[in-house]
């Protein structure tokens, strides 16, 4: 808890309820809150009964999987074209960039137009800057390389602490850990294109793909915890 911090305005901010909050803090009593005091405030998730997932939470599984499988394949074949001077850059480029469209459709259920759209924003500055290195570093032009990577990783740092912000079962450090990983990941791939590594390359696209796999789980835990009334069993 901070100054100024009560159960109402916490439940307003994390979209729950103040009951929930004191469902899972038992014994805390709202009229003695102290500055400092920890309140978890995930609300919903006491663990699951039996092993099985409703339909709801598996189409969102489905859908949010893909559309990280698509963010990694697709930047990929950008770091390809860019690198061996595709005729279709400009076209895998842009099929590129409807990714960061489609997840502010997905968010835009469950987190409203506004917020779902500065996260497609956050996304969409990733990708630009990202083009910005892979054609810095093409060139050989190693201060530009450098500024594209710095500016990388504060928009990573930006999109970890946007997530952390508006659903309290998302850590921004754990996302911030996970993004750092993908782009050195990512950064490593583009190298291999450019050296000429093709195997390497190959090898390197299989452990981005499973890390993004686990950026998926990660983001669709998050919003079953924070919105358990959408995922019940029909």
């Known amino acids: 808890m901070q100054s100024f911090d009560t159960l109402r305005g916490l439940a307003i901010r994390y979209r729950t309820t103040v009951a929930a909050i004191l469902e899972l ?31 709801r939470e598996l189409e969102l599984s489905n859908h949010i999987r893909l559309l990280w499988e698509e963010h990694v394949f697709w930047t990929r074949l950008t770091i390809i074209s860019m690198v061996h001077g595709l005729p279709d850059v400009s076209l895998v480029t842009d099929r590129l960039l409807k990714n960061p469209v489609d997840f502010e ?3 835009g259920p469950f987190y409203g137009p506004g917020i779902a759209r500065t996260f497609a924003e ?11 290195l892979v054609d ?11 500024d594209a990577e710095r500016r990388w990783y504060e928009n990573a740092d930006d999109i970890a602490r946007f997530l952390g912000s508006i659903n309290p079962c998302w850590s921004e450090a754990e996302w911030r850990t996970m ?4 782009l050195a990941l990512t950064k490593s791939e583009a190298v291999s294109q450019i050296t000429g590594d093709f195997q390497e390359s190959i090898r390197l696209f299989d452990e981005i793909e499973e890390q993004a796999l686990e950026m998926a789980d990660l983001m669709v835990r998050g919003i079953v915890r924070q919105f358990p009334g959408r995922f019940l069993s029909i």
Do not use: F, M, W
């Open 25 to 55: 803090n038992l014994g805390t009593d709202p009229r003695r809150l102290q500055v400092g005091q920890t309140i978890s405030i995930c609300p919903g998730y006491r663990g699951r009964r039996g092993s099985g997932i409703s339909r």
């Open 105 to 107: 459709e997905a968010l």
């Open 122 to 132: 956050l996304l969409a500055d990733h990708l630009t800057i990202a083009a910005e």
């Open 136 to 146: 810095a570093a093409i060139k050989g032009d190693a201060a530009r390389a450098a």
């Open 179 to 182: 993004l750092h990983e993908h």
